[in-house]
């Protein structure tokens, strides 16, 4: 199995950019993974205009069997130990690729939420979308520290 997080825009940040590389890293101990920043559309007409191209590029990349997981807002919440659990779920299932997506700006379209698996939030509270792909590799690698009994991870 490989897990994927796919971004719309790239990192501008260079402290974003090294703290995802060293998790990254840590990750590729347990599991194959990378992070793939999507081009985003160059024009469009409004809001939700935005939302569906970013649909089709996302949309475009899937292949069949893939499990497609949005970090989104209004996704479940759980604590780190939650989400470890849920991983083990996951990957118990056997989906060849798990591909968690940021998505732009404006969030998802209603279309990319209903072909989505699954949607998880981070927090309540809103970061930016450079944050949360940073935010979110600590926590997989969390995950991945917590199912192999590391000390990484403090109740």
Avoid: C
């Avoid at 992070?35 to 007409?45: F, L, N, S, T, V």
């Amino acid at each position: 199995m490989h897990i994927e997080l796919w971004v719309i825009g790239s990192t501008s940040e260079d402290y974003l950019k090294e703290g995802i590389g060293i998790f990254d890293k840590r990750i590729n101990r347990y599991v194959p993974f990378k992070m793939e920043e999507i081009a985003g559309p160059r024009k469009w007409k409004d809001a939700e205009d935005l939302k569906r191209q970013e649909a089709r590029l996302i949309e475009s990349r899937l292949l069949p069997g893939d499990r497609l997981i949005l970090l989104d807002e209004r996704g479940k919440e759980q604590d780190s130990r939650g989400f470890a659990q849920w991983m083990q779920k996951q990957m118990n299932t056997g989906p060849k690729r798990m591909i968690f997506v940021v998505g732009g700006a404006y969030g998802f379209s209603s279309d990319i939420r209903e072909r989505a698996d699954a949607k998880i939030s981070l927090s309540k509270m809103t970061f930016s979308h450079q944050m949360v792909r940073l935010f979110f590799v600590e926590q997989l690698y969390r995950a991945f520290s917590i199912l192999n009994n590391e000390p990484y991870h403090n109740d």
